[in-house]
């Protein structure tokens, strides 16, 4: 994810902030329990930054998207710690881990495209409402993932009992992110064609 930010190398904070997530990975490196069992250790430099560097979570998401993006040792470095963490120490994804980067790479390219490509055809078959919902619904399970310290597929399945459960409820809150949705959408284009 690229992102830009006022806080970066305008300010001169570059360098302490690259110096902050290099000495935090490494730490996590050498002492994985630096992040709480069902943490994230993504999560847990980038709040290494706030604490740090007296900054927003927003700003220092920013920071780090951007240093990680103009730094690829440094990626590299940062994408193995989130690997150890979260797949190898919690005994996930094992396959995955034991691939080299290229192979990896080449499995997340490959997931990617599938991806845009069930869309096209969710588009194509069923319409736009449905693929918006399907993608709100997916970034909900990641949210809750995330905060929960759960897995994907836990966390869609708690999101969809909820969903069950609370079917009207969650269906107008759906419905009404749609409606503002294309609303917005509408609105852009009505502007950008005045």
């Known amino acids: 994810m690229r992102r830009s930010s006022s806080n ?18 490494q730490n996590v490196h050498v002492n994985p329990s630096e992040v709480r069992q069902d943490g994230c250790a993504a999560c847990h430099v980038l709040f290494t930054l706030v604490d740090k560097m007296q900054i927003s979570e927003s700003n220092a998401s920013d920071l780090l998207s951007q240093i990680l993006f103009h730094d690829p040792q440094l990626n590299d470095f940062f994408i193995e710690m989130v690997e150890n963490i979260h797949m190898k120490k919690r005994k996930m994804a094992i396959p995955f881990v034991l691939k080299n980067r290229n192979a990896k790479d080449r499995h997340i390219e490959s997931n990617f495209k599938n991806f845009l490509e069930e869309l096209s055809y969710d588009i194509i078959n069923y319409g736009h409402d449905l693929v918006l919902r399907k993608l709100m ?8 993932a995330q905060n929960i310290g759960i897995d994907y597929h836990a966390a869609i399945e708690e999101l969809y009992y909820y969903m069950r ?6 269906n107008a809150l759906l419905m009404e992110f749609n409606d503002r949705f294309y609303k917005n959408i509408k609105g852009n284009y009505d502007l950008s064609h005045s």
Not at 165 to 170: A, M
């Open 8 to 25: 970066g190398s305008e300010n001169g904070n570059e360098e302490e902030t690259k110096e902050i997530i290099l000495r935090e990975v």
């Open 137 to 144: 619904i997916s970034a909900i399970a990641l949210e809750i």
């Open 165 to 170: 459960k609370n079917d009207d409820r969650t």
